[in-house]
C-alpha cells in the first residue's frame, strides 16, 4: 500500500513523497496517524538550526495522535483501531540516567521524529512502549494536543506547583500558555509575562493575570501583587536574557525557578539574588509516563482548555505553506497537519 509522507529536505523546504507500508517490528505498534501538531523544535528544523542533526532527507513531527492499525510480534494489551498518542522518547536503559530510574533524560536519548522519522506521514511505527491508549470519548484533533500539555504538567510538577502558589510564567507561547493553565488548575494564581498583545489578550480571555515586560513598572507591579512577597514559581519560557533578568528580581525569599526555555545563547545570570533570598533552581525537560498519563486526564475532562490553542488545521499536502504561515504569524499558536482524512475524527 502507498502513503504520503512529508519529508523535510533542508532550505526550509519540505517534499511529499510517496512510501511504501511496511509493517510493524518486533516490539512496535503501527499507527494511523490523524493529526501532528507543529511544535517550536520544528519550526528549528525548518529554520535549519539542527540540519547537523536532522540531515536533509528526514520525516520530523511527534505531537500526534491516531488509531492502532498493526501490531507487531511480542507486543500484548493494544487492538487494532484503539486511539494513541506516542510519548515519542526511546532510552537505552543502560546509561548512568537510566540506572537511576531517569530514561527521559537518558545520556543516549534517541527522540522520535527528530533522531528517527516521525509523525507527518499517514502511517507510523514506534516502540510499543512510547504508546499510550486514550479514551474513545476524545476528539484526535484535541489529542494532538497532549504532548505538549504534558511538557507542561512535568514542568509544573518540577516546580511543586501548590494551591495558592503565586505563579509567573516568563512567555506566552504554546508552552508557556499551557504551563499557566496546568499551573491555574492546580490552585495556583498565575501570571503570563509577554509582550505580544495577542497573547496578552488570550490570557486575559482564559481568567489569566498578565503583565508586558516592556512596561516600566512591570517587575514593581508584579512584587506589588503579591504584597510585595515575590512570586513563589517562576517559569522561565522566554529564552531571553530580559526573561532571565526578571526571574530574579521578582523571585521571592525561597521561591523556585524553573527553566524550561532553550537558552541558544549563554544568559547571565544575577547568582547574588539566588544567594540573597535563597531561590531555588531546577530544570525541566520533556516529561515521563505519568505526566502524559495526567495529560491526557487533564485533556480529556476539558479540565485545561487546550483546544483554544490549535489556531489552524490543515492537510498533510499543505504542509509546506502550513510552516510557512506559521513561522511569519505572530498571532498563531497551534498548526495542526492533518494527515490521515479517514482517521482525523
Not at 5 to 32: C, H, R, W
Not at 262 to 278: C, G, R, S, Y
Request: negative net charge; hydrophobic residues 40%; glycine residues 10%.
Amino acid at each position: 500500500m502507498s502513503l504520503n509522507a512529508a519529508f523535510y529536505t533542508g532550505n526550509k523546504q519540505f517534499s511529499l513523497e510517496t512510501v511504501e507500508s511496511v509493517p510493524p517490528g518486533t516490539g512496535e505498534v503501527q499507527i494511523d496517524v490523524a493529526y501532528c501538531g507543529i511544535c517550536g523544535t520544528d519550526l528549528h528544523v525548518y529554520l535549519g538550526h539542527m540540519d547537523q542533526r536532522i540531515g536533509d532527507h528526514r520525516v520530523i513531527g511527534h505531537e500526534m495522535s491516531g488509531t492502532v492499525s498493526a501490531i507487531g510480534k511480542d507486543v500484548d494489551g493494544y487492538a487494532i483501531g484503539e486511539p494513541v498518542v506516542v510519548r515519542p522518547l526511546d532510552a537505552c536503559g543502560e546509561c548512568p540516567s537510566c540506572l537511576r530510574g531517569f530514561p527521559h533524560v537518558c545520556q543516549k536519548l534517541t527522540f522520535l521524529g527528530l533522531d528517527t522519522n516521525g509523525a507527518f506521514q499517514q502511517q507510523w511505527s514506534v516502540p510499543a512502549h512510547t504508546v499510550h491508549k486514550l479514551p474513545n470519548t476524545l476528539s484526535l484533533e484535541h489529542a494532538a494536543l497532549i504532548e505538549p500539555v504534558a511538557v507542561a504538567v512535568h514542568d509544573v510538577r518540577r516546580g511543586q506547583v501548590a494551591a495558592g502558589d503565586d505563579v509567573l510564567v516568563i512567555g506566552g507561547g504554546p508552552i508557556g500558555m499551557l504551563i499557566a493553565m496546568v499551573a491555574k488548575q492546580a490552585g495556583a494564581d498565575v501570571t503570563v509575562s509577554e509582550i505580544n498583545t495577542h497573547r496578552l489578550s488570550m490570557a486575559k480571555a482564559m481568567g489569566i493575570n498578565t503583565v508586558n515586560p516592556k512596561d516600566e513598572d512591570a517587575a514593581a507591579a508584579l512584587m506589588a501583587s503579591t504584597g510585595g512577597k515575590g512570586v513563589d514559581v517562576v517559569f522561565e519560557v522566554s529564552g531571553t536574557q530580559p526573561g532571565v533578568d526578571l526571574m530574579t528580581a521578582v523571585t521571592a525569599t525561597r521561591g523556585r525557578v524553573v527553566m524550561v526555555a532553550i537558552h541558544a545563547n549563554k544568559p547571565t545570570v544575577d547568582l547574588f539574588q539566588f544567594f540573597w533570598k535563597e531561590i531555588e533552581m531546577v530544570g525541566a525537560r520533556v516529561y515521563e509516563p505519568s505526566d502524559y498519563e495526567e495529560a491526557i486526564r487533564l485533556v480529556a475532562t476539558e479540565a485545561i482548555d487546550s483546544k483554544r490553542l490549535i489556531t489552524s488545521v490543515q492537510a498533510l499536502p499543505d504542509i509546506q505553506s502550513a510552516f510557512e504561515e506559521l513561522a511569519g504569524n505572530p498571532k498563531a499558536m497551534k498548526t495542526l497537519i492533518r494527515c490521515n482524512a479517514a482517521e482525523a475524527s
